[in-house]
């Protein structure tokens, strides 16, 4: 995910590189940062926009 913060990301092509559904992969993924994968976009998103800016 982290190489395509910048592309349209949908939760079918990332499940599919790692082999699992969509709804067990964002349970998972949930349980394991306590955000959905949604969220988690956004805020990466959020950080690169802000560190352009701030360079």
């Not at 592309?7 to 349980?31: C, G, K, M, P, Y």
């Not at 940062?33 to 802000?50: F, G, H, K, P, Q």
Request: zero cysteines; glycine letters at 0%.
């Amino acid at each position: 995910m982290e190489k395509h913060l910048l592309d349209d990301i949908l939760l079918e092509d990332i499940t599919e590189q790692v082999n699992a559904s969509v709804f067990h992969f964002q349970r998972l993924f949930a349980v394991l940062t306590d955000i959905s994968v949604a969220e988690y976009l956004r805020r990466r998103r959020l950080i690169l926009v802000i560190t352009y800016e701030l360079n």
